[in-house]
């Protein structure tokens, strides 16, 4: 047995709330099925391109091992509503709730295990049974925190609510287990930005996962904005169910971890649904960020549109597999896949992958791949009107990747997206010296 | 437009002139008289005896050309003689070897600078292929490209008030819509809005040297006009232009004081605006004898 598994199945004897609401068999069965199954390895093809065998060696704490009172963050908060969670546990000082509307209830799942209502954590039920979801069993295993969130029918939501996942350097690395749940019932509207924040110094293993129900004619906007600490190393899926005319509009921002893989599946199941992702990874020095995105249209009309921007450099390594799968009788689906990626060092490396997989006759699909370096001509457009080379080759990539953030429905919000990307894309040390000897 | 002449040049290359409709200008005629006396010390640009190649072909081979402040000089020649090498050359495009020369403006070593350290020092590249930049806006790169400039030489930055100041007034001599300001750099522009996007850039930038690179081509007569205007209206005496053309119709709207003969990576040949129609009457004869020792080689 790998020293990850073994110091998870070690903290797992004094889990919190492990037996709560029956669900201790639950747990430790899939414990279990962890340990036996192991985790997942290249020779698995939705793994091929990411290796676990450093991690595997790493041991790491849970956070009720470890003492909550020092935790110490820097992190500037985004404003109410917000919910906090320090260190993979819910943190109420931190957290403001005020401003939240009538018919939306939002809890931290720990509340939900302290409680008796089996219903309010109902999202711990989920069983995966393929033999490469090791991180999902010892999720399913470990998870006692996380954020649920349901909005009552035709409930609008206007402001975005923020949820705040935050490491604080401290001792021994941690491993944070955290379950999440969206539910918004039929007509609901609203923003949801996740945000993960870190510190330099840490290297926590991140393990969550996240479910959105989206009943008939919802809108959710989803917006991920993933800066771990630079020596995290986080495995996260997200698993969206969309309702008749339901529609998703996902925005990824992953710019920190040194391994990021996330998983996604987005699931259209009722007619008309409509699911909008939107994904900018950025990459520098060793990080390695891997994207599975599955995309299945089960029924008739159904629409998703995908644009995926890369920009990889140092020594970076970016994976995108972008999967829409197309079922039998699924016509009048209309299915678009974009993605463009930008290698900003000879260095650097990128594996784009669209898939598609169409069972119906009637349907519009199309998909694109383009990996290219900044256009010198344009380069030397921008400097030749007096732009240092810095601040030229900063405003290409900005404009590589800007439109992304069109959609953001909170101009504010978007205000705050653009800085915080600006930011990402300032060049690294590593960079400079690949640049130098290219 | 009366009926163009051509001929072949001893490589092959056709060599097209326009007839000019337009009397030649006398003061410029002066000026070449007195060109002999200048003072070589108040040279703006002095370019010596530049060799330049790119991918291994030589493409400048010896040339020689002197600016002052206030001239225009109008670089004419056929395809592939190296005028739009000279102008990439000056404004400090990656890809060319300079093999031989010197290129010096207002005394600095301008081929040692950055492409921007040159757009700071005041030179200025109209390009003949004004590069498309999707998702970058025109005014917010103007604007900065401005700033960059001034921070270069230490003057101070241009607040957003000032600079649409600027930017308004200059959109009103040249007759330009804002909807430029809106929009991305070129993306979607005709090729006339392009070239007018340059010369109203050069025109808020005011370069101390402006080198329009076949700014006439692809250009109908009205954009032409249009562009002209736009040259016209930034001439002053502190500031000199270089206009590469192939054709010499732009010349009956910028009218220059000096125009040179590029052929075979040299000037080959200089006068005043009436040597265009000297070509014209004389033709490739007469042009021949100055590149006479290349063709007897080949």
Redesign the interface.
Known sequence: MSALLESLAAGFEQLPHRDALGLGTARRESMDAALAGGLPTPRRERWKYTSLRALEQRRFVLPHQQDASDAEIDTVLPPAPRMVFVDGRFDAGRSDLSGLPDGVSLHALSAGLAGDDPRQVNVLGRRWNTDDAGFWRLNAALAVEGALLRIEQGVRVQPPLHLVFVTSARGQDLGIHLRHRLELREGAHATVVEHHLGHAGERPLLNSVCHVHLKPSTVLEHIRVQRAAAGASLIARTEAVLAKQATYRLLSLELGAALSRHELAIDLQGKGAHAEIRGLVRSRERQHVDTQLMLRHQLPQASSDTQWRAIAGGRSRIIFHGGILIDEGADGSDAALETRNLLLTDTAEIDAQPVLEIHADEVKASHGATIGQL????L??????????A??RR??V???C??LLEGVSDTGLQAQLERVVKQSLLPDHAENDAEAVA | MPPLKSFRCPSGREFIFFACPKKSSSAAAKRMSKAPNRERAADMLKIENLHARVEGRDILKGLTLSVNPGEVHAIMGPNGAGKSTLGHVL????GYEITEGSVSFNDADLLDM???Q???AGV??A?QY??E????NNTY??R???N??RR?RGEEELDSVQFLKRVRETLSVMHLKDDLLHR??NEGFSGGEKKRNEIF?MAV?APKLAILDETDSGLDIDALKAVAEGVNAQRSPERAFIVITHYQRLLDYIRPDFVHVLADGRIVETGGPELALQLEAHGYDWIRDRIAPEAADA
């Open positions: 256009d010198d001509r344009a030397f457009y921008l400097r030749s009107r007096g732009l240092p080379e601040e030229a405003l290409l900005f404009a590589f800007r439109s | 404004a400090g495009r990656e950055t492409p921007e040159r757009a700071a200025f590249l390009m004004p590069v930049i999707p998702g970058v790169f103007l900065s490209a401005l960059a400039q270069a991305a750099v850039q930038l």
